[in-house]
C-alpha cells in the first residue's frame, strides 16, 4: 500500500510540475476558444445527418454539414453499472478507466490545463466525478449538477460563488434549458480577453424519459421502429442482466412499450437538439463564433431494445459508440471511419490551442485525421464492461469474450454492422478467434487490465428466464 501511495504522490507530483511548466510558457495570440456540448446516453445512430431520417436534429445536423464527424468512435466501457462515471472521468483525463480514479483525485485534467495556460475555464450541468476535480478545474460555472440522473424538471443545481465556494442546490426548470441558459448568459457576458473553455454537459437523453410535451408528442403520433436488432430476450445471460437500467420494461421485451420508450427518447434529443441550436445562436450573436472550436460528443450510447437490453452494460456497438463531431476554424466538413475514443479529445483539445499534453494520456491527438496527414490513429480497439465483457475489434472484425458465462460472440462489423450473427461457432473463423483473443490480451496488459478471460462456470450462460420476467413493466 505505501508503494502504491508513494506511486500516487509521485504522479501528483509531476502532474503539478507539468502545469507549472505550461503555464510558464508564452502566452499565444488569437488562441481558440473551445464549446464542447456533452450529452448523456446518445446513440451514436440517433443523429438525423448520420443516417437516421426517422428523428429530427437540424442543430446537431448543421455541426456535421460544416465540421468532421468521427463515425467509429467509442468510449471505452466502464467499471461499474452507472458508466457516465467512468466516461467523463476519461475524457476529462485523457486516460483509460483503469489508470485514473473515479474522482480524478490522481490526475491532471483538461480544463485544469487549459485554466494553467490561461484560458478561462466554464461550466454548466452534469459534473459525475466529484466537487473537488469540479473544483479544481473549473474558474466559473453555473447550474452545475454533480449526480447521475434525476428528474429533468427537479435537478439539484449548484452555482459557483466569488468566494470559490458552491451555493445550496437549487432547481431551475428542465434540466437541458437550465443548462442552456447558464452556458448562453456566460457566451452573452464574456468580454475578457482570454480565451474560454466552456464545458456544457447535458443530461438528457438520460432516463427518466420525460421530454416537454410537444417534443414527445411529435414521435408519438408516428412511433419510431424497433432497432434492427431487437429481440425479446439476450440470447444468453451474460452476467448482469439485473441492473438497473433493465429495469425499465418487462421481460419479454414488450414491442410496444420499447416503440413508446424510444418516442421518449427520441423526444429528449430533439428537445436537446434545440437548446444546442439556442447556444450556437448565442456563440454568433456573442461575435465568438469565427474563433471557437465546437465540439458535439455523448459519454456512451445505449440500447434500449437492442439485443433485448436496454442499458449501457455492454460492449455491443449500440451501447459503447458514441457522437462525436468537431467544427471550427479551418476544420473541413468531412468524416472518417477510423477508430477513435472519446478519450482522444484531451489531446485533441490541447493541440488546438497549441497547449503540450501530458505524455502519460492514453488518447491520441485526432487532428491529422481531419487534415488528411493520416487515415487512421490506431489499428484496433479495447472495450470492457467491469467483470462481465471484454471486446477487441480491428476495421472489420469484432471479438466479445463473457469470462463469467465462458461465451464468445464474432461480428463481421463490415456486412453485420448490427452485430446479429455470431460468427464464432463457424471452424472457418478459428484462427481469426485465435488472433483476435492473442490481440485482446495485448490491449489488457496496455491499458493495465488483469481480469481473466477465462473463468470456471456452472450456468455456462443458460438464460433464467424466470428470474427475468419478475421484472416490473416500468
Request: charged share 20%.
Amino acid at each position: 500500500a505505501s508503494v502504491v501511495t508513494s506511486l500516487k504522490g509521485i504522479s501528483l507530483l509531476l502532474g503539478s510540475a507539468f502545469l507549472l511548466f505550461t503555464a510558464c510558457r508564452a502566452p499565444e495570440p488569437d488562441r481558440p476558444n473551445i464549446l464542447f456540448l456533452f450529452a448523456d446516453d446518445q446513440r451514436a445512430d440517433t443523429i438525423g445527418a448520420w443516417g437516421n431520417p426517422g428523428i429530427s436534429t437540424p442543430n446537431i445536423d448543421q455541426l456535421a454539414r460544416e465540421g468532421f464527424s468521427f463515425l467509429a468512435n467509442y468510449n471505452m466501457g466502464g467499471n461499474s453499472g452507472a458508466v457516465c462515471i467512468p466516461s467523463r472521468a476519461m475524457v476529462n483525463s485523457g486516460k483509460a478507466y483503469f489508470r485514473v480514479q473515479h474522482d480524478l483525485s490522481d490526475t491532471v485534467l483538461l480544463p485544469e490545463l487549459l485554466g494553467a495556460n490561461g484560458y478561462t475555464t466554464f461550466a454548466t450541468g452534469k459534473w459525475h466525478n466529484g466537487p473537488s476535480s469540479w473544483l479544481r478545474a473549473f474558474q466559473r460555472g453555473k447550474a452545475v449538477f454533480f449526480g447521475g440522473m434525476s428528474d429533468h424538471t427537479r435537478v439539484p443545481l449548484q452555482d459557483l460563488a466569488l468566494d470559490g465556494t458552491l451555493t445550496n442546490d437549487r432547481e431551475e426548470g428542465f434540466s437541458s434549458e437550465a443548462f442552456a441558459d447558464a452556458a448562453i448568459e456566460f457566451l452573452h457576458t464574456y468580454d475578457e480577453d482570454a480565451p474560454f473553455y466552456a464545458y456544457v454537459a447535458f443530461t438528457a437523453p438520460h432516463d427518466p424519459r420525460q421530454p416537454p410535451m410537444p417534443y414527445r408528442e411529435m414521435y408519438y403520433e408516428d412511433l419510431p421502429p424497433l432497432p434492427l436488432n431487437f429481440l425479446p430476450y439476450h440470447p444468453f445471460e451474460i452476467g448482469d442482466m439485473q441492473v438497473r437500467d433493465e429495469q425499465l420494461a418487462s421481460w419479454p421485451r414488450p414491442p410496444s412499450i420499447l416503440r413508446d420508450q424510444i418516442a421518449e427518447y427520441y423526444g429528449l434529443i430533439s428537445h436537446l437538439d434545440a437548446q444546442v441550436g439556442r447556444i450556437l445562436k448565442a456563440l454568433e450573436e456573442a461575435g465568438h463564433a469565427e474563433n471557437t472550436y465546437v465540439i458535439y460528443a455523448a459519454d456512451h450510447g445505449l440500447a434500449i431494445g437492442s439485443h433485448g437490453l436496454l442499458g449501457k452494460q455492454s460492449v455491443y456497438e449500440h451501447s459503447q459508440r458514441s457522437p462525436l463531431i468537431i467544427t471550427g476554424p479551418k476544420i473541413p466538413h468531412g468524416n472518417s471511419a477510423a477508430l477513435t475514443y472519446l478519450f482522444d479529445l484531451f489531446p485533441t483539445v490541447s493541440a488546438l490551442a497549441n497547449i503540450p499534453s501530458p505524455i502519460d494520456l492514453d488518447g491520441l491527438n485526432l487532428s491529422g485525421l481531419w487534415t488528411g496527414e493520416h487515415e487512421k490513429v490506431r489499428d484496433s480497439l479495447f472495450l470492457a464492461y467491469t467483470d462481465v465483457a471484454r471486446a477487441v475489434r480491428d476495421e472489420r472484425y469484432k471479438l466479445i469474450r463473457y469470462p463469467q458465462v465462458n461465451r464468445t460472440q464474432l461480428f463481421d462489423l463490415q456486412r453485420d454492422p448490427d452485430e446479429i450473427q455470431n460468427l464464432a461457432t463457424e471452424p472457418s473463423h478459428a484462427k481469426r478467434i485465435q488472433d483476435l483473443t492473442t490481440l485482446l490480451m495485448e490491449w489488457q496488459a496496455r491499458v493495465g487490465d488483469t481480469q481473466n478471460l477465462v473463468i470456471e462456470s456452472t450456468d455456462a450462460g443458460t438464460l433464467n428466464i424466470d428470474k427475468l420476467e419478475r421484472s416490473p413493466d416500468r
